[in-house]
Nanobody
């Protein structure tokens, strides 16, 4: 079993930055793909960014490309999401997810095996 714990959320003004962390513990040997999703009230959960833990290859949703950066520290089993130039539309609860298979269709939330409890990000105008 795997546990994912997110941290780093908060409230910022538009244009500000936040860094989210996701620490994985437990049986992490099949930690092949890690991703960040977000969900705003009344909206579906959407993929934000993902990283293939073996190669370090990353991919981003168009809405965050150039503003967000996903990275990892494999020694700490931790994935980060650096969020810059935040906009009010980035307001959502952000979730970390782990997939035991390759990233593939990484934006499909149903493909992920484990989820964190989420951390709230609120961006005011």
């Amino acid at each position: 079993h795997v546990q994912l714990v997110e941290s780093g959320g908060g409230s910022v003004q538009a244009g500000g930055s936040l860094r989210l962390s996701c620490a994985a513990s437990g049986y992490t040997y099949n930690r092949n793909c890690m991703a960040w999703f977000r969900q705003a009230p009344g909206k579906e959960r959407e993929g934000v960014a993902r990283i293939a833990t073996g190669s370090g290859n990353t991919y981003y949703a168009d809405s965050v490309k150039g503003r967000f950066t996903i990275s990892q520290d494999n020694a700490k089993n931790t994935v980060y999401l650096q969020m810059n130039s935040l906009k009010p539309e980035d307001t959502a609860r952000y979730f970390c997810a782990l997939k035991t298979t390759s990233c593939g269709t990484w934006f499909d939330a149903r493909a992920y095996n484990f989820w964190g409890q989420g951390t709230q990000v609120t961006v005011s105008s």
